[in-house]
Each structure stands twice: as structure tokens, then as C-alpha cells.
């Protein structure tokens, strides 16, 4: 990678840990495929920020939803037989969540109640959702990653409008994982995490999508993970296998990496903080939320039916 600028290096600290109460290493179906047969106590995902400042968070392995106090205390939402990844607000109560096993589900942040939402695409299963997001009209963009990888570069990008309609975007991915809109929401980022890359999709006036490409490239045992968009149009991009979160300019430059050396999956990534300027990323391997200060505020999340 030739940098004609170097980017800015900057350390991520520690905000808060998983509490022992929560921890209990075992093995479970999902470390045995993903983690080599290892035990486990938690692994961090799907970081999301509601009006009052709580960070929510899943544990893939356990199926469980935490939220985290603006003062880093730690609360059990919600448990299910599942493997729940990203996490983005349906309404003000609400979280809707891709759950690698069963489809996106609905979880209520209050009681901790846990609903199906859409679990098949006419009748057939998906191959296991990752992540997704919402644009200002209330369209869902979720990624079907299962297994996909060079190997098998069949994953898939999904768009879910307010009325119902599925349109399949993509099938050709190897390894759909982090999804983020443009600021105009006129291209569609997706982290295609083993072709160790960012994808660049258009969408088009007439709903359909044209000459995707490739913006990013990275490098390492595992690429990019988790997205996020700021209020300068920066794409910034958590990569595990690095530990980075590279922030991109709009010509995929980087001008930042923020970096740490506490644990090595660093997954997913959200802005926090009265004015959405402090970075909270989701380091998995040590059950860890870590934090920075930026120069900018992180773009509006939009939920399904209003913003946050």
C-alpha cells in the first residue's frame, strides 16, 4: 500500500470489561467452527447506542444482549438459543438483530422478550446474517455471510423495504460482513472480510445496483469486520485480524489508525457520547468495549421507522 501521506497513529483505550459474573469459558458449537475447538467466554459483537446513551452489545457464542451504562456497568438484556452478530434499533424499544441461526430477530430492550422477525427467504434459510443497517426511509441492508469465503463466494446482500419486499443485491460475496451507507446514501459499503477488502455499491434510482467495486483493500489473517460512517464522509473500518480501525478518506486513503494491543479480534465499531464524537469498538477476544476520541461525530444511525 503506497501512502504518499502517512496516516495519523492513535491508541484505543480500555472504556470497560465483561464482568467475571458473565464468564465462564467453555467450548460451544460456534467456537468449535470459528475459533479452532477453543473454550470460550464471550465474543463481542454489534455495538449500537440508544437515545439515553446505553451501548447495547451481543455475545455471539451465548446468544445474549448486554447493555452497557454510560457509566460502563453491565446488564443481561436478553438470552436465546441463537447466535446473535449485529444490532440496529427497529423503533425506540427495539432491537433488531441478525442471528446467524435463526434470521433477524426482534429483541424488546425493556423486558428482554426475544420475537422472530424474518427467519427464511421463500422458505429457503439463510446461509447465517452478520450485519446490517438502516437508511433514512426505513430500508433494512443486511449481509448473509455464513461460511462464504474465496472458497465459496456466494454470500449475500439483502435490502428489506418498509412494505416487506426482499431484494437480493448481491450473490457473489466472499464473506459479507460489515455493512454502512454513503452520507447521501447513494452507495452501499460492505467489509468482505476473506477477500480482505471493502466493496463499493451503487444503488441506483430504479432500486437496482450497478458496477460494484472494490475501495479497499487491507491485508492480515482476517479483513474487515465492522463499518461505520462520520459526519465528513470518512468510512471507518474495524479489521480483526490487524486489530486496526482504519479511517478512510474518500479516496480509501487512510488518514487515521487507531490501534490496540489488548486482545486481537477487534470486530465492530459505534459512535457514542453526547455529540458522537467518542469511537466505541467491540474487542472481542478479551470480552473488552475499547474508546477513542475523534475529530469528527459519527453519522446518524437510523433506526426502522425514526432516527436516533
Same mark, same amino acid.
Given at each position: ?128 446474517l452478520n ?11 443486511? =449481509?448473509? +455471510?455464513?461460511? /462464504? ?12 423495504s418498509p $412494505? @416487506? #419486499? &426482499? ?12 455493512i454502512v ?30 458496477? =460494484?467495486? +472494490?475501495?479497499? /483493500? ?13 459526519? $465528513? @464522509? #470518512? &468510512? ?73
Amino acid at each position: 500500500m503506497l501512502l504518499l501521506t502517512p496516516p495519523k497513529l492513535r491508541p484505543l483505550d480500555i472504556w470497560t470489561t465483561l464482568p467475571p459474573r458473565f464468564r465462564q469459558k467453555q467450548r460451544t458449537g460456534w467456537s468449535d467452527a470459528n475459533m479452532g475447538g477453543r473454550e470460550v467466554d464471550s465474543f463481542l459483537e454489534g455495538p449500537v447506542f440508544d437515545r439515553a446513551g446505553n451501548l447495547y452489545v451481543t455475545d455471539i457464542p451465548f446468544g445474549r444482549v448486554f447493555r452497557i451504562d454510560p457509566q460502563g456497568e453491565w446488564e443481561l438484556v436478553a438470552q436465546w438459543d441463537g447466535e446473535p452478530n449485529g444490532m440496529k434499533f427497529l423503533n425506540a424499544t427495539e432491537l433488531l438483530v441478525t442471528d446467524y441461526r435463526n434470521g433477524l430477530m426482534v429483541v424488546d430492550s425493556r423486558s428482554g422478550a426475544v420475537r422472530p422477525y424474518l427467519g427464511r427467504r421463500n422458505t429457503e434459510s439463510f446461509k447465517g446474517l452478520n450485519d446490517l443497517t438502516f437508511d433514512s426511509q426505513g430500508n433494512l441492508y443486511f =449481509t448473509d +455471510q455464513g461460511q /462464504t469465503g474465496l472458497h465459496d463466494p456466494t454470500g449475500r446482500v439483502y435490502r428489506l423495504s418498509p $412494505s @416487506g #419486499r &426482499l431484494d437480493l443485491l448481491l450473490s457473489n460475496v466472499p464473506s459479507p460482513n460489515g455493512i454502512v451507507l454513503s452520507l447521501d446514501e447513494k452507495f452501499l459499503f460492505v467489509a468482505v472480510t476473506r477477500g480482505n477488502c471493502v466493496w463499493r455499491m451503487p444503488l441506483l434510482a430504479d432500486g437496482g445496483v450497478s458496477k =460494484t467495486g +472494490q475501495f479497499f /483493500t487491507s491485508h492480515g489473517p482476517s479483513g474487515p469486520d465492522g463499518l461505520a460512517m462520520d459526519t $465528513s @464522509g #470518512r &468510512l471507518l473500518v474495524a479489521n480483526p485480524g490487524l486489530a486496526y480501525v482504519w479511517v478512510l478518506n474518500h479516496r480509501a486513503e487512510p488518514v487515521q489508525v487507531l490501534s490496540t494491543d489488548i486482545g486481537a479480534s477487534l470486530t465492530n465499531l459505534a459512535f457514542g457520547g453526547a455529540d458522537r464524537k467518542t469511537l466505541y469498538c467491540t474487542e472481542s477476544t478479551s470480552g473488552s468495549i475499547l474508546c477513542a476520541a475523534m475529530d469528527e461525530s459519527g453519522a446518524e444511525v437510523h433506526s426502522g421507522n425514526q432516527p436516533l
